[in-house]
Each structure stands twice: as structure tokens, then as C-alpha cells.
């Protein structure tokens, strides 16, 4: 079975310092993986997705993520924080072939000060 | 494009009663996901349903149990309520489910057992 392991519960930043959240997933096969991202009383939005194409991945609002098999890794960045930002994270598998079956992992609560 | 919408937002229930929620997707979709998020157990996979069919199952109790419409919207149903059962419920819906899809959530109804 697949599953994602979200190293930090809880990450701090400075706003306008750079941005880590990490994430490994164990998987049989070739993952997919996703991060969500979730803010106070509102739905999960996806931030990016990566579906076996290009290892580094693009997602909305500055942030990117690359996948790396050798360390089974996927870590999400950006190079700088926003007060907007902060939020709850959430590392993400899917099921094989499907997009429709989702396994979390158990956030990052990401905190931006000034 | 309206997004996904869940009704109720929130709900109270006593123990041993039943409820149901309602998830409409967005236009077009015909995969609707439901997901069950506590703090204790995080975000968890209740069920898939595609084309009113039952697709993709979780691992809950038989109590849990949903159906789909033919215009794709879907409805949760708990039976016997308990304690437990408080939680966020948000529902996903995406095109078909597969993996090139991109799954989108609704704001959740937040239930409460007495």
C-alpha cells in the first residue's frame, strides 16, 4: 500500500524567507503525488501535481516541488514566504490509475511572521 | 463554473441517530469523492462514486454508505451515529477519477455527535 510521511508538523518562517515542507511517500509502484493546501474554514486546493512527467513540478502561487526517487522524496518549496501563505499542507498519493482515491499525510502547519 | 457546494455546513446529531449530507459537483463531473477529516485520524477516503456507481471503497464501517444520482449528485449517509463520527466531511468531484483529472473540494459539513 502507498503512503506519504510529512517529516514536520509544524514549520515557522519569516516572511520572505524561503519556504521547505517535506514529504516522503513509500509506494510499490510509480506514485503520483499531489500537495493540497487547506486555510482556516475553507476546502483543500490543489497546489501541484506530479503524474510521472517532468520530476520538477510548477504549482500555483510560487510554489514547486520535485520528485526524487532515489531518496523517494517530494518536497515542497518556495523561495519566498508570504503572510498569505500560511495554511495547513498535506503530502498526497493516489491510488494507482486514479486520481479519485487520495491517502494524506498528516500536515504541516506552515506559520509566516513578520 | 460554481464549484463544489455541500450542504449542510454544519449539522448536530445525537448518538445513534442517522444523517445525510449532500455534495453537488461541479458541472460536467461525473467522479464525486467523499473524505473524512478528524484531528485525531486526519483525512481519510470514505468512497468513490462514477456514474452511480460505487467505484472505490475505504476502510469504514458499513454504516458509512453513499449513493450517486444520475445528474452526478452525490449524497453520504451515516447511520447509528456515534461520538467518533464528528468530523469534517468534504466531498471531491473531478471529471472522471482518472489520474490526469485534478480533484476539487467543496468547503466540507462539519458534523457534530452529542
Known amino acids: 500500500a502507498q503512503s506519504v510521511t510529512q517529516l514536520d508538523s509544524h514549520v515557522s518562517v519569516s516572511e520572505g524567507t524561503p519556504v521547505l515542507l517535506r514529504c516522503n511517500y513509500s509506494s510499490s509502484y510509480s506514485p503520483s503525488l499531489f500537495w493540497y493546501v487547506q486555510h482556516p474554514n475553507k476546502g483543500l486546493q490543489l497546489l501541484l501535481k506530479?503524474?510521472?512527467?517532468?520530476?520538477l513540478v510548477k504549482g500555483i502561487n510560487g510554489f514547486e516541488a520535485e520528485f526524487k526517487k532515489s531518496e523517494t522524496s517530494f518536497h515542497l518549496t518556495k523561495p519566498s514566504a508570504h503572510m498569505s501563505d500560511a495554511a495547513e499542507y498535506f503530502c498526497?498519493?493516489?491510488?494507482?490509475?486514479?486520481?479519485?482515491?487520495?491517502?494524506f499525510g498528516t500536515g504541516t502547519r506552515l506559520q509566516v511572521t513578520l | 463554473k460554481a464549484g463544489v457546494t455541500q450542504t449542510p455546513r454544519y449539522l448536530i446529531k445525537t448518538r445513534g441517530q442517522q444523517v445525510t449530507l449532500s455534495c453537488s459537483p461541479i458541472?460536467?463531473?461525473?467522479?464525486v469523492s467523499w473524505y473524512q477529516q478528524t484531528p485525531g485520524q486526519g483525512l481519510q477516503f470514505l468512497f468513490e462514486y462514477f456514474s452511480e456507481t460505487q467505484r472505490n471503497k475505504g476502510n469504514f464501517p458499513g454504516r458509512f454508505s453513499g449513493r450517486q444520482f444520475s445528474n452526478s449528485r452525490s449524497e453520504m449517509n451515516v447511520s447509528t451515529l456515534e461520538l467518533g463520527d464528528s468530523a469534517l466531511y468534504l466531498c471531491?468531484?473531478?471529471?472522471?477519477?482518472?489520474?490526469?483529472?485534478?480533484?476539487?473540494f467543496g468547503p466540507g459539513t462539519r458534523l457534530t455527535v452529542l
Open positions: 498526497v498519493v493516489s491510488d494507482r490509475g486514479t486520481a479519485s482515491k487520495l491517502t
Open positions: 458541472s460536467g463531473h461525473r467522479s
Open positions: 506530479y503524474t510521472s512527467a517532468a520530476t
Open positions: 471531491a468531484s473531478s471529471l472522471t477519477g482518472v489520474i490526469t483529472d485534478t480533484q476539487y
